[in-house]
């Protein structure tokens, strides 16, 4: 099999079958006038080396198959905004129910609420990239059997919804969320028990010690909240300006990086067991400690991608808005 | 060609898909292979690449524009293409609204 085969071979595997053969035949031949033009200029035969230079130049097999596909996508552009609604519309219930579903039988069942937790998620993300796994192939099937129906369809003024404008409720609202959310967490953060986060009953003996979180620059950790609650309440209130709201935004998000970090430098342990437990838990305890340093170390990772993107947006020139 | 971007890049490769089925559909008023189609179009400037002429040659085909036959020339069998009775009967038309299109983007630039 000489070099040439042996790329045509590569070509046809990836052809549709209607014409392969057909296709396959004008390629060798166009491959063949290639072949003799580069050789009548060279005043020789080409060798195994210029051949397959002259057929990278060609092209990759796949890229020159794919000129010859009729349906280069696997859901098409009319098909596709209707994929993405249900998409956006199905997958969201189908999470919650399942996460829901599945940590309520799992509590039934008699295991413990973090166990329940933990096996719910795994049963979550399980049925999430199912769905959009089945989803995406029933489209691909529509698109390459159904014809996109826009056409039979007449769009009415009178049949859809008149259009509300409501400004700026959405920013309000995550203002107003995130606000909660800072707050809770100040909340917690003066009030929790130093050494445990849940009742040694719901987690089966293990605690999550935040023991290393006082230990070094608790009073900071609380800085860092404190501010988050306070630029969301002047976010909430439009007190601030979108610059103004991208650099703090970044610099607090620097600072709870820098200060992850020294825990993660720390070694103090995160997870503690209480109470008497088996000496397996020993191994669990382990586990437990390093996902969660694995976590924080992501959180780092990403805490800074969004404070060095923030500090960019804050930076540069702000474009001119319409309204 | 110097200076171009990538958004260039694209709009040229736009503007030269749609007009190059024209090249190539009057280009096959006579019959030709691929080889000697494609050094037609490039020494009339414009260079085509066989893995983009090959697909068209097909598709026009596919719409009944062309007509193929394999033949021995040479000593290798080559596929020549020529316009059908139907390309023959459209391609006037197509120059026609070619011609139209031209007069009308003149007409707009010249506003300028």
Redesign the interface.
């Known amino acids: 099999m000489n070099i040439i085969d042996q790329y045509l071979h590569h070509v046809r595997a990836q052809l549709p079958q209607r014409n392969r053969d057909d296709v396959l035949a004008e390629l060798r031949e166009a491959i063949g006038n290639r072949q003799e033009e580069r050789s009548a200029e060279l005043g020789r035969a080409l060798n195994d080396a210029e051949l397959e230079q002259m057929l990278q130049d060609f092209g990759h097999p796949l890229a020159i198959a794919a000129r010859y596909r009729s349906t280069p996508h696997l859901i098409g552009p009319e098909w596709f905004p209707i994929y993405l609604f249900v998409l956006k519309r199905v997958l969201p219930v189908a999470a919650v129910v399942t996460f829901v579903v599945g940590a309520v039988l799992r509590v039934a069942w008699g295991a413990v609420p973090v166990q329940a937790f933990l096996g719910a998620t795994g049963a979550t993300a399980t049925v999430v990239l199912a769905f959009v796994g089945a989803l995406t192939i029933v489209f691909g099937l529509i698109e390459r059997r159904v014809p996109a129906p826009f056409g039979a369809f007449r769009w009415r003024a009178s049949r859809t919804k008149p259009v509300e404008v409501r400004p700026l409720t959405g920013r309000l609202g995550n203002a107003l969320a995130a606000l909660l959310c800072a707050l809770m967490a100040l909340w917690w953060w003066t009030s929790a028990p130093p050494h445990t986060l849940l009742p040694t009953k719901w987690t089966g003996g293990l605690a999550l010690s935040w023991g290393a979180f006082y230990a070094s620059f608790g009073y900071a950790w609380l800085m860092v909240f404190f501010a988050q609650a306070l630029m969301h309440a002047l976010a909430a209130c439009n007190a601030l300006s979108a610059r103004a709201l991208s650099l703090v935004r970044a610099t607090l998000l620097a600072a709870s990086a820098v200060l992850a970090i020294m825990i993660l430098r720390s070694d103090a342990p995160f997870i503690i067991t209480q109470g008497a437990v088996a000496a397996s838990d020993e191994q669990l305890t382990l586990i437990f400690s390093g996902g969660f340093r694995l976590a924080l170390a992501i959180a780092v990772v990403a805490s800074l991608i969004q404070a060095v993107v923030g500090y960019l947006h804050a930076l540069r020139p702000m474009p001119r808005t319409w309204d | 060609m110097p200076n171009t971007t990538p958004v260039h890049d694209q709009i040229r490769l736009e503007l030269r898909r749609g007009t190059l089925t024209l090249a190539v559909l009057s280009a096959l008023r006579r019959e030709q292979?691929?080889?000697t189609l494609r050094k037609t179009l490039a020494d009339a400037g414009l260079a085509i690449?066989?893995?983009?002429l090959?697909?068209m040659l097909?598709r026009l085909e596919d719409q009944g524009l062309l007509a193929s036959k394999?033949r021995t020339e040479g000593g290798?069998?080559?596929?020549f293409y020529r316009l059908s009775a139907a390309g023959v009967a459209l391609l006037p038309r197509i120059l026609d609204d070619w011609h139209e299109l031209t007069r009308t983007l003149d007409g707009l630039f010249a506003g300028d």
Do not use: F, L, Q, V
């Open positions: 292979y691929g080889y690449e066989e893995s983009a090959y697909p097909r394999w290798r069998e080559k596929r």
